[in-house]
């Protein structure tokens, strides 16, 4: 038996100790989302019928690429925050559940790491074609 | 709890409030765009495959990147990513919906409709008018 009280047990384990920070993590990627997702939008859109050397030229240039790896780090952290929301609402098997985290942190991180190393190879690929050295 | 351990017949058979989507409730504007909005997040998660298979295409060279352009290219990939448009529009609008309520305003009844109405709108509206520029 224990002898805390039940306003003990919730002022000590209740929600509002920690979590708060991936609910306003959620709402600041959002924030951060708006406007890199429309200039990626856009300028998808200027790219749609350029040469492969255009494109690699474009997202090379040193504000695009920060711009694009910024894109993406919001972008997955706020994926892995809401599909986190969706099943942690859907999955009440508690084995399930955290293996479902676990596998879609998992692939989110590495599809992550990919797109991220593939912009910087990018940018090195722009650097190579610019000084006539490339493929 | 001595109460979880031995519930009497009674409280088994208490009703239960029954889930809000299902025959039980009729589905309502407001309810039918929270979903809406959780789906399409999912669905833009999902979509992040081709984002990273596109950019991991420039980074392997223009024999990959043109594959990737034909693989992009094929009618049901254009349906795919014409219903991602339109998803990635709704969350977008939605989001900003989100972030309105999150920061205090627009909880009033009328307000609550007319931003939705808004939403489904703005979203259909801006998906067209991106699909009018491929071309």
Not at chain 1, 44 to 51: D, I, R, T
Not at chain 1, 70 to 95: K, M, N, P
Request: proline residues 4%.
């Amino acid at each position: 038996m224990s002898l805390r009280s039940p306003l003990g047990r919730v002022r000590g384990l209740g929600s509002a100790k920690e979590g708060v920070q991936y609910w306003w993590a959620q709402r600041v990627t959002a924030l951060a989302l708006l406007p890199l997702v429309l200039w990626f939008m856009v300028s998808l859109l200027s790219l749609q019928h350029a040469e492969y050397a255009a494109v690699v030229d474009w997202i090379g240039r040193p504000f695009n690429s920060a711009l694009l790896i910024l894109l993406l780090i919001s972008l997955f952290y706020h994926a892995i925050l809401g599909l986190q929301v969706v099943i942690e609402d859907y999955v009440h098997t508690e084995a399930v559940k955290m293996s479902a985290l676990i596998i879609m942190r998992f692939v989110l991180i590495l599809l992550a790491v990919i797109a991220i190393i593939s912009v910087v190879r990018i940018a090195f690929k722009a650097v190579l074609l610019s000084t006539g050295a490339g493929d | 709890m001595a109460s979880n351990e031995q519930p009497n017949a009674r409280s088994q058979k208490r009703p239960l409030s029954p889930f809000m989507i299902g025959p039980y409730y009729k589905p309502q504007l407001t309810s039918v765009l929270s979903i809406t909005h959780r789906l399409t997040g999912v669905a833009l998660a999902v979509g992040t495959l081709v984002l990273v298979y596109w950019l991991a295409a420039i980074a392997a060279g223009p024999e990959a990147y043109a594959h990737a352009q034909h693989v992009l290219s094929n009618p049901f990939m254009g349906l795919l990513l014409f219903l991602w448009t339109w998803a990635f529009f709704y969350h977008f609008c939605n989001g900003i919906r989100h972030l309105f309520w999150d920061a205090g305003y627009g909880f009033e009844i009328p307000t609550v409709y007319k931003s939705g109405k808004l939403v489904v709108a703005a979203s259909i509206v801006l998906t067209f008018l991106v699909w009018l520029l491929v071309a």
